[in-house]
């Protein structure tokens, strides 16, 4: 179905180590909301999460589009990224602002698979997509920060050995912007739960690891700080536009998870004596989801071509995000339509693809965000907050 398909080899390799984890590893672990430990180990042994970081580190130093490659082709095959996908972006964090010391202690670490970086701490109960608005404090004491406060939908925060968390380190109200005084301080997980940091789960309708985080006096030294004191909100709205474009990559895996399985649904099954997909009503539907798909991975490859050669890209990787991730949920409902009752067992696994698919209309960044930043960034029309 694919002709320009990219990768090839990335994608073979992928698809093999995917069929060791079939629909029934991961219908087991949805049931128990586990976390998908061996398939993470598989994907870390083969090198396939440290894709991004440079061979001086470890990593194979391969471009996002190798990245879109791997997340896309492990969502095609009914697996699901969102377990790990964080290790690739967030470490972008340490590569691009820490100093040498720091991505010479870490990036080797975690290019191997002995330390796991997999959670970003950054969305709060008050303040949620209104990131200036953050109350987590660090206030520095001599050689550490004592931190307070809460974070919350912090993904895979219970299977992670270290933490990139933002934290206000200047009142709002003493700077000269709203976007100053934060700071990006890399936590060390193994070291702070029972010592200030407390994880609580939070069980929700996919199996997605998500949990709160309240902390209490949580130290954490200076030496942990990436970049400079203020500086952290750009640093952190820098790698958003790789996580926005990865994740749409996982979307036209999705998308075309669903394509795949309704139109061979729609082939072999038969009602009044004909294949159901040569009724309109069921093959129009399954031909638009993958017209929307194809636009949508067009979108997504634009803005690859942008990160990659250093430009701005930010109304790209917003846009990509949002038409993927409208894309998989189309073609997601389509298929579920298609499968009629049968799309409702477990066994299947549209439901379940269905569910997890979902959340990308509200995460990493809402549609309605992502609209608004067209609005007023790329038609110069007045803000409306």
Known sequence: MDVDETFPEIRESIRKLCDGFPGEYWRNLDR???????????????????V??????????????AANAVLEEIHRRGCNGAACHAQMYTMGTILRHGSDEQKAAYLPKIASGELRLQAFGIT??????DTTRIRTF???EGDRYIVNGQKVFISRAEHSDLMVLLARTTPRDKVARTTDGMSVLLVDMREAVGHGLTIRPIRTMLNHATTELFLDDLEVPVANLIGEEGKGFRYILDGMNAERILIASECIGDARFFIDRASAYARERQVFGRPI?????VQFPIARAYVQTSAAALMVQRATELFEAGRPCGSEANMAKLVA????????????????GYGFAEEYDIERKFRETRLYQVAPI?????????GTHVLDLPKSF
């Open 32 to 50: 128990e909301r586990a976390y998908p430990t061996e398939f993470v180990r598989a994907l870390t042994e083969a090198g396939f999460l440290s």
């Open 52 to 65: 991004l970081i440079p061979e001086e580190y470890g990593g194979p130093g391969l471009s996002l589009a």
């Open 124 to 129: 709060e109960p008050s303040s949620g997509t």
């Open 138 to 140: 660090a206030r520095r």
């Open 277 to 281: 997909g040569q009724n309109q009503g």
């Open 325 to 340: 991730s409208e894309a998989s949920w189309y073609a997601g409902d389509t298929c579920l339509q298609t499968f009629g």
């Open 366 to 374: 809402s549609t309605n965000l992502i609209l608004s930043h067209v």
